[in-house]
């Protein structure tokens, strides 16, 4: 990793975890006013408040979002020329898969099933995963159960990130120019991911899955900080993603479009 990727690591999360920065500022404000230092401290919790006030109130960073899910057009079936299809894991939660001793998904499951469901309606296409090698276990044990053989799936399980999905991926499958791949992956994330796999040498066919911006909204939908809060966690990591790749040269478009 290099420096400019350390610093950036640092303050990203910052920026991805904008709840905890708020937090942080209420907490100074409230220690320089015990302190005494009035004008510091009502300036740290004027701040934050007006933070708080912002992602309460003003659906910013569900446009964002939505702006994301929106980038690819939603695709009904693939073109007859593709090749295959590849999934991206990131499906799986670590975390409480170990605590409790199941499998357990997140809320980008979607994809998975979608997949599944791709695989066996084009059973003449070559399929792939990637991703770590507990994702990896994870997903043979389970397109067995759901009627997938897992010997029919190229696997890799090396990848840490989009980056290594791309990178590894190209290893596994060597795609020529000529080939077409069906790239899947939730919606949100599209645009990062097609612009990483065709760094790559992949001539990707987006095939977007798992939406979560419903599109057509209720009165007083955009209210709350939960939602806002989510959304820009879940968009500005894929943003600051998109930017870096672009600055690295691990993209070639800043923000990867439809061709």
Not at 118 to 135: D, I, M, S, V
Not at 185 to 208: C, D, E, Q, W
Request: with cysteine.
């Amino acid at each position: 990793m290099t420096t400019f990727e350390t610093i950036y690591r640092f303050f990203g999360w910052w920026i991805i975890n904008i709840d905890l920065f708020l937090l942080l500022l209420i907490f100074l404000g409230g220690g320089c006013l015990y302190f005494k230092q009035n004008t510091w401290g009502k300036r740290f919790l004027l701040i934050s408040c007006t933070g708080l006030a912002f992602f309460g109130v003003v659906p910013f960073s569900i446009w964002m979002f939505e702006s994301l899910e929106n980038r690819f057009p939603k695709m009904t079936q693939i073109p007859s020329e593709a090749k295959g299809i590849i999934l991206l894991g990131g499906s799986v939660d670590k975390m409480t898969s170990l605590g409790r001793g199941e499998i357990a998904y997140n809320l980008t499951a979607g994809k998975f099933i979608g997949f599944v469901q791709l695989a066996k309606k084009y059973p003449h296409l070559q399929l792939a995963f990637t991703g770590t090698k507990f994702e990896t276990e994870a997903a043979q044990k389970d397109f067995l159960a759901l009627g997938l053989d897992p010997r029919a799936v190229h696997f890799e399980q090396e990848s840490k990130d989009t980056k290594d999905n791309a990178a590894k991926t190209a290893v596994l499958l060597n795609p020529r120019p000529d080939e077409k791949w069906v790239l899947v992956t939730s919606a949100y994330h599209m645009p990062r991911s097609v612009g990483l796999f065709r760094k790559a040498g992949f001539n990707v066919i987006p095939y977007p899955m798992d939406y979560h911006a419903p599109g057509n909204y209720e009165m007083w939908f955009f209210l709350g900080l939960q939602l806002s809060l989510e959304a820009w966690q879940a968009s500005i990591r894929e943003w600051l993603g998109m930017m870096i790749n672009y600055m690295m040269g691990r993209s070639d478009e800043l923000y990867p479009s439809p061709h």
